[in-house]
């Protein structure tokens, strides 16, 4: 396995509590590893420390040939990612524009998104004449729009309804199969992380460690039809005993 992500007894404490103790993983490079554990456990808080956002207290972490410019990251609150006085195609543009990528370049890429994913919305409204799922789907955009060899998801989907969620991981798997990045995503629903991952790291109550690797050998791309499959449910059998353990329930 080649690592793109390598992270050695991190430590992460908040009000004299212990978050992460010890905690060490690899994450392999060109796969879609889920984090998935119980509430509290630091999954969002793993994301922020690797992507430089919150400090560590102690251990390393290394990310293999890491470029700023091609790494993006989707938050939870996406919403408030988005840019209100931005038209929506000068949202996504932004991080082009940082990059002083010409404005054929950006129109090049946007369109390149927009014909993968298959859906239309008018770029010169704003951000917030767009519905919920339609701005998620901006967001999106915006952090696949430099082509990113890392990408960090954090838990992207839990404000949708049932039907947008399910596009989005589509648009997701689509993306990932077209240009095969590492990315790492949290979520808490065990559906979610089934369907998306190549691997499920499952994590233990606080103080924080890996409780299990699960491997997923359904092949991509996953569709409705996967969610009904056998071999999808022996998987998320496992992830659910695994994290009967961490919760002792």
């Known amino acids: 396995m080649i690592a793109a992500i390598s992270v050695n007894n991190l430590g992460k404490s908040y009000n004299q509590t212990e978050l992460l103790k010890d905690f060490n993983l690899d994450i392999e490079a060109g796969k879609i590893t889920v984090i998935f554990g119980p509430n509290g456990s630091g999954k969002s808080t793993l994301l922020n420390i690797l992507s430089g956002i919150v400090n560590k207290d102690a251990g390393s972490y ?52 927009q014909k993968l994913f298959d859906f239309k919305f008018n770029w010169e409204h704003y951000p917030y004449e767009l519905s919920g799922g339609q701005q998620q789907i901006l967001a999106f955009i915006r952090a696949l729009v430099t082509e990113p060899k890392i990408l960090f998801v954090d838990e992207p989907f839990s404000a949708l309804d049932y039907e947008n969620n399910l596009r989005l991981r589509e648009h997701l798997q689509k993306y990932y199969l077209a240009f095969k990045p590492t990315i790492l995503l949290v979520t808490h629903n065990i559906e979610e992380a ?34 009904k499959d056998e071999q999808f449910h022996q998987v998320k059998d496992k992830v659910l005993s695994a994290f009967q353990k961490a919760t002792n329930l």
Do not use: C, G
């Not at 790494?71 to 988005?82: A, H, P, T, V």
């Not at 690797?213 to 996967?226: A, F, H, V």
């Open 62 to 113: 290394h990310i293999k040939d890491f470029n700023h410019f091609q790494f993006s990251y989707i938050f939870q609150n996406y919403r408030e990612s988005l840019l209100p006085w931005r038209k929506n195609f000068d949202n996504v543009a932004l991080p082009l524009e940082i990059q002083n990528k010409s404005r054929q370049e950006i129109k090049q890429r946007v369109e390149e998104l």
């Open 194 to 227: 089934v369907h998306l991952a190549d691997k499920i790291i499952v994590l233990s109550k606080r103080p924080t460690q890996v409780l299990e690797i699960i491997d997923n050998p359904l092949p991509y791309p996953r569709t409705l039809q996967s969610l």
